[in-house]
């Protein structure tokens, strides 16, 4: 077996291990409380069940959710918290999110109300979870009106970022992954291509953790992380979430950095060491999707709930990454522009 790295994630009284590598998942055991008498894992049917780790002595009940966006509701948190209740589950005992980025915000959610609030522990079990979802105390569910609008932080216990899981990933999966590691390149502005998988995840965990451990709740450095995603919002929601988010985020990532050379932030140098890192590192789209015209997009993106007064973009510069509000249409459409022109 490889060997398992952990990563810290420093918050005060609150911080807590990241375990990366093969068999993560049997490290979460020995953070368990001495209160906790039963243990609520929170799965999907498609999880592989050796993916979950044996919890004995603890008593532990499995419950299982369903697959898909349309189950990442308040309806599935509500189905949660009441088979808890039967299943005696109290606010001393500890919750379990086995699964992806659905699995571990829905989990965390649910942890953050049920008894107004009990730990939870995450064992990630897809690439875009391990880098991102599972790390950070975000959850969520969504309402009509947009995704993940109805969230709390509940930061997890613990989390196993569990690279067997890899093995069991199709390639849409781990390119929805692939996506969201292509941003850390920007944010931490370091080739990560040269660090084997392991590495780069803990790297990525790394970086993610350094910034919400200096900005929990977003009030600025967290935004960083969001880089690539405005356009990828408004992908996912042209494409009725047929995109993946991990391939919309590469070709936001895309459009982003045009948007920031049509603004003169950067330089088309810096432009191609983008398309180098989505297309050349990890070989992602870097198309938009067929019969998207500009318009549509543009007001796609100005309708993203989460953003502020104006359209707000993370905007690469010679000093790193920036949040840049009050951008202009002109300029918004000249980079969808370039980013068809390098499509052609
Ligand atoms: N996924 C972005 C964040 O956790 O802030």
Known sequence: MSDIQTVRVDLADRSYPVFVGRGARHELATHIGSQVRRIAVVTQQD??????????????????????????????????????????????????????????????????????GLGVMH?????????????????????????????TYWQPQAVACDMDALLTLSTQDLQCGYGEMAKYHFIARQDLSLLPLG????????????????????????????????????????????????????VG????????????????????????????????????????????????MRRDKKALSSLTFVLDSSDGLQVVDGIIEQDLERALDLLRRRQG
């Open 47 to 116: 999880v592989p069940a050796a993916l979950i780790p044996d919890f004995s002595p603890f008593e532990t009940h499995t419950f299982i959710i369903g697959n898909g966006e349309t189950h990442k509701t308040l309806e599935t948190v509500q189905q949660l918290c009441r088979s808890f209740s039967d299943a005696g589950i109290t606010r001393s005992d500890l919750v379990i999110g086995v699964g992806g980025g659905l699995v571990t915000d829905v989990a965390g959610f649910t942890a953050a109300v049920y008894h107004r």
């Open 123 to 151: 064992v990630a079990t897809t690439l875009l979870g391990m880098i991102d979802a599972a790390i950070g105390g975000k959850t969520g569910v969504n309402i009509p009106e947009g995704k993940n609008l109805i969230g």
């Open 199 to 250: 590495q780069r995840i803990a790297r990525c965990v790394e970086i993610k953790g350094d910034i919400v451990a200096s900005d929990e709740r977003e009030s600025g450095q967290r935004a960083l992380l969001n880089y690539g995603h405005t356009l990828a919002h408004a992908l996912e929601i042209a494409t009725d979430l047929t995109m993946p988010h991990g391939v919309a985020v590469s």
């Open 253 to 300: 990532i895309l459009y982003a950095a045009h948007l920031a050379q049509v603004m003169g932030r950067i330089t088309s140098k810096r432009v191609q060491e983008h398309y180098d890192i989505i297309h050349g590192v990890y070989n992602l789209q870097t198309s938009l999707p067929d019969g998207l015209d500009s318009s549509a997009a543009i007001n796609l």
